[in-house]
């Protein structure tokens, strides 16, 4: 396989996958979806109510509320804060990771692409903390999310820096990084990635 055949067939698989993986909602990222509603009431218990999943949504309940335009705790709110999180905006790394990985045609194709898989359920999980505390801090202030958390958070730039990394760097970068590793062994892809002239050899 060529280097322009195989973009060709990465192109043509992200149709169904990516059309399979909107149809699921946010059934593709629900192992980092679940790890995620029970580590943020864990981990921020005088903030975090619950976490729930609404379709493609991530739902996360905090203990404050709002009266007269201001935050305060939930008893004395008129209502209580929630804050949606797309679920999207994290999981698109899947469908692009499922084309470049069954388009490749390698070895052991499923148990490789199960470990990538689980990587980037990793990253997700990742993801949804940092988006979570982007919400909090923005939605809340940064000085009450400090204050009324009980356990040590980072700073407000690294928060941005984890949000911004987790969603425009990991989703795209991270599946390359997974395919390529796990073609590094096959001296097909890399006579075709590195134009070495053994390509020839290895059709």
Known sequence: MTLYRFIGLVLLLMIP?????????????????????????????????SVVIDRHQLMVFTLFGEAGQS????????????????????????????????????EGSLERFARGLLVLWLLMFVGVIA?????????????????ASTNPLPSANAIALLFQFSTL?????????????????????RAVLLGEAAAGRQR
């Open 71 to 106: 935050v305060v705790s939930l008893e004395q709110a008129e209502y209580q804060l929630a804050f949606p999180l797309n679920t999207r905006i994290l999981s698109y790394s899947i469908p692009f990771y499922a084309a470049l990985h069954f388009a490749s045609r390698i």
């Open 17 to 49: 996958f990516f059309g399979l993986w909107y149809a699921l909602g946010a059934l593709p990222s629900a192992p980092a979806l679940w790890l995620a509603q029970v580590t943020l009431p864990w981990a921020l218990p005088e903030v975090v109510q």
């Open 131 to 147: 988006v979570t505390l982007k919400n909090l801090m923005l939605g809340l202030g940064g000085d009450l999310l400090w204050t």
């Open 169 to 189: 760097i990991v989703p795209t970068v991270a599946p390359i990084m997974l395919w390529a590793w796990s073609v590094r062994e096959s001296p097909h892809w």
